[in-house]
């Protein structure tokens, strides 16, 4: 067999394990974030507002940046696990500090203010960015 071939026979197995696994840890994260935010985003983006579309893009591409630091530098599956939910925990941590400390942008968001929304997502992004580095170290 060439060895191409035999590297993805032996390697994508490993492939399925740790996609699965973030996607978990990932899609956990998305759930718990909709259930502890201040204003109901997923209902809003049904109603067309485009600011809580926004705000909600930030943290889904927020969320999954630092996992995938934690992927890049994976040891195993259990490093994944551990550093991926830390990652997931500090993130949740991160947003609904960035959520307090610019208290009025929430509101701003369930009043359609995309300016608002957009200032949010680039705290989220930014905060993001931060600790996928800090993983990487």
Known sequence: ???SLESLASGFPY???YLLLVTTIYLIGLIVYVKLTP???????QDGNMAAAISFSGLVIGLALPLAACLIYKI???DV???GSVSI?????LFR???MVLSGLPKRIEEGEVPAATVLASFKLAGSIIL????AG
């Open 76 to 78: 195993s599956l259990i």
């Open 89 to 93: 925990l500090l993130q949740l941590f």
């Open 15 to 17: 492939l399925i394990f």
């Open 97 to 99: 500090l960035t959520d």
């Open 81 to 83: 696990l551990v550093w």
């Open 132 to 135: 996928a580095v800090a993983i």
């Open 1 to 3: 067999m060439h060895p």
């Open 39 to 45: 204003h109901k985003e997923i209902e809003l983006i």
